[in-house]
């Protein structure tokens, strides 16, 4: 079994923000979301995330993403191993091994942390390592043969310690009652005046447990600081996601101008044209089509289906096979049935539509009253005149007809004609003579001032 805490406590100055750094969006997700994520992969019994700056919002986004995640809080923040000690209660009842990431470090790999795992066969506690191109200020990692000895702080280490370029990651497996007896062991005395998690490492070793490395490339514990940081991050992110999408078969015309969220899926032979954003929540079925500058999030998009150009779908639209949607269409917490069609101009909210029903241009599901919003219903190979204003709640049947410009208040019957709008009046020449009277009035006035 294992359990997972999620270090998040810390400000984040360098962000300059008055929201919490583990709240900044990666690809669409709060940044402590992907460590999250990460760690899914080994199925974690329990997940206790580690707060302090912001705590109320982070303990929000915690449970949008769990709600049987536990938060604890850090407050003051006086180093790593104090931060792991605020879980020491949440885990007192835990058997099993307790896997430490950083909220801040979004790109651990799953595979790395069941590599992780499998090390704990050889060893007591694991640290995740990798070889640093710049080493920086990490921590150093120093090993002995096949063992890690300890791990030395960047501002404690000497000259030669500094020359090492195998570096700490910060993310750690350890049985948890092995982990909490080596914490409570952790002091203060450094340069930084802080309880150093990494401090354990020497500690087990000194009662002759036993500590290895694992590790992983160093793009994978690219750690987020700044917006600099973030954005670069993201541009990552998206050039991963591109990536992928095109290794599993779909068709991106413009790679680097389709935007996608942490958890965006697109099926084989799906086309995706120049700049569409996903934001979360966004599943597209096997051959659909989204056309140029449409924005999805929230909304699953059937077989065959052909979004845009410049449709959005917003959370809760749920379209069926070949559903088209077309220009300048909204759709929101929509259902629309297979084949179903609303090709242009429309504002499709809070509906349920039959399939093969098709929308003509303008319709308008009038969904708020300004208080409540109320749900339009229609049947399935309804015609929907252009224009048709749908005043909810209503229910058009089956095979229903709307007329042009009708504004809808009350239900329609399977297989009727809905016809709201005044009468036609036409009278021969009135025009002509309607312009001869604007323009001699024109010309008397341009007389008078002349
Ligand atoms: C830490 C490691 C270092 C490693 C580096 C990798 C220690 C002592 N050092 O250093 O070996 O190379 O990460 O990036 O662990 N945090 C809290 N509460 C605290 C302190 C920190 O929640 O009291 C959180 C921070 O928000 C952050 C993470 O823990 O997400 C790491 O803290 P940070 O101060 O960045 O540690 P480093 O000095 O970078
Ligand atoms: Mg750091």
Redesign the pocket.
């Known amino acids: 079994m294992i359990a997972l805490v999620v ?4 400000m984040g100055t360098r962000m300059n923000s008055d929201l919490p750094k583990v709240l900044h969006r990666l690809a669409g997700a709060p940044l402590f979301h992907h460590a999250l994520k990460s760690g899914a992969a080994v199925s974690p019994a329990r997940t206790v995330v ?1 707060a ?1 700056h912001g705590a109320d919002q982070v303990t929000r986004a915690t449970l949008a993403w769990d709600d049987t995640a536990i938060v604890v809080v ?1 407050e003051p ?4 191993a ?2 792991v000690d605020q879980a020491r209660a949440a885990l007192a009842d835990f058997d099993g091994d307790v896997i430490v990431l ?3 470090t979004p790109f651990i790999q799953p595979e790395t942390l069941e590599a992780m795992v499998a090390a704990r066969a050889r060893a007591d506690v694991v640290i995740l390592g990798f070889q640093a191109a710049d080493p920086g200020r ?2 150093r990692l120093v090993v002995a043969g096949d063992a890690l000895d300890r ?1 030395v ?1 960047f501002k404690d280490a000497t000259a030669a310690e500094r020359a090492i370029t195998l ?4 993310v750690m497996c350890a049985d948890r009652a092995v982990l909490f007896d080596l914490i409570a062991a952790v002091g203060n005395a450094n340069a930084a005046g ?1 309880y ?3 401090d354990i490492v020497g500690l087990a070793r000194a009662q002759g447990l036993r500590a290895t490395v694992v590790t992983c490339p160093e793009a994978e514990t690219l ?1 987020i600081n700044s917006r600099a940081e973030l954005s670069r991050a993201e541009a990552l992110f998206q050039a991963r996601a591109r990536a992928a999408a095109i290794d599993d078969g779909v068709t991106l015309i413009a790679p680097d101008t389709v935007h996608f969220a942490h958890d965006t899926v697109l099926g084989r032979d799906a086309v995706i044209e120049q700049f569409v954003v996903f934001g979360p929540g966004v599943t597209v079925e096997s051959g659909a089509t989204i056309r140029a500058f449409s924005h999805l999030e929230g909304c699953h998009v059937g077989q065959g289906s052909i979004v845009g150009p410049y449709a959005r779908l917003r959370p809760g639209a749920e379209l069926g096979d070949d559903v088209h949607i077309g220009n300048f269409v909204e759709v929101k917490n929509a259902i629309l049935g297979s084949g179903a069609k609303a090709n242009h101009l429309s504002y499709i909210g809070d509906a349920d539509i039959g399939e093969a029903t098709n929308i003509g241009a303008g319709t308008i599901t009038c969904n708020y009253d300004g208080v409540n919003k109320h749900r339009t219903t229609i049947g399935a190979r309804a015609f929907i005149g252009s224009d048709t204003m749908l005043v909810a709640p209503v229910r058009v049947g089956n095979d229903a007809v709307t007329g042009s410009g009708s504004v809808i208040t009350q239900d329609v019957p399977d297989g009727a004609l809905a016809l709201e709008r005044s009468a036609q009046v036409t009278k021969p020449g009135a025009a002509l003579r309607l312009f001869e009277l604007l323009k001699a009035k024109k010309a008397k006035r341009e007389q008078g001032t002349s």
């Open positions: 270090l998040a406590a810390g580690v302090g850090q923040q006086l180093g790593t104090h931060a950083y909220g801040d990490y921590g791990i702080e570096c700490n990651s910060g802080e150093y998690l990494t750690g």
